[in-house]
């Protein structure tokens, strides 16, 4: 992924470079998704319970960790030649960004923690209760699991387009996206 030097001439990213970024972009993004799903459910206890300390402390370290390994992983997977020209601006930062966390949504709500679940021995997802029981509150919970997936994905793809890109630390967006 080529960035412009001083000089104009366009520079290649280090690998190094792009796997701090990916580390850096999914702590941020972490961090973020974390207070969207501590204030809207209050699940960061329930995220320690599943390394057996039910705190919200736990909870954060575990999910900030996660998130961290996570933003890894995304180097992984996106730092591949057929995603190159994804990776050269914002916007395509951001669609990778929101695709790896939809992909990590299904992989941990869907396999992972189901999987934590039966280690502990539990019968039933450790949900806490919600204010609205039903219906209702199974439509808040994932309500809130989206939103914070997605924030997830745009604060990571956003981030690491501020680490990797000449322009990516300039504004939210491109100035004129006519030029890209």
């Given amino acids: 992924m080529p960035n412009s030097g001083r000089d104009g001439k366009v520079e290649p990213i280090d690998s190094g470079r792009r796997w701090r970024a990916g580390a850096a ?3 941020a993004a972490g961090a973020v998704m974390g207070v969207l799903l501590h204030g809207g459910l209050g699940l ?3 995220i320690g ?3 057996g300390v039910e705190t919200a402390l736990a909870g954060w370290l575990v999910h900030l960790f996660n998130s961290t390994l996570f933003g890894g992983l995304f180097v992984a997977v996106f ?3 057929f995603f190159a020209d994804m990776r050269e601006d914002v916007g395509g930062c951001l669609s990778l960004g929101v695709v790896h966390s939809a992909l990590l949504g299904v992989l941990t709500g869907g396999l992972l923690l189901p999987a934590a679940v039966a280690i502990e021995g539990a ?4 949900v806490p209760t919600l204010p609205v029981p039903g219906l ?3 439509f808040e919970f994932g309500v809130v699991i989206a939103v914070a ?3 997830y994905g745009v604060v990571l793809g ?3 387009a501020a680490f990797t890109l000449a322009d990516g630390a300039v504004g939210w967006l491109p100035i004129d996206p006519a030029d890209r």
């Fill in 44 to 46: 960061m206890p329930t």
């Fill in 25 to 27: 972009a999914g702590l």
């Fill in 158 to 160: 956003r981030t690491f």
């Fill in 49 to 51: 319970a599943l390394v």
């Fill in 123 to 126: 019968t039933s997802l450790p």
């Fill in 79 to 81: 730092d591949r030649p």
């Fill in 149 to 151: 997936h997605l924030a």
């Fill in 136 to 138: 209702t509150a199974s």
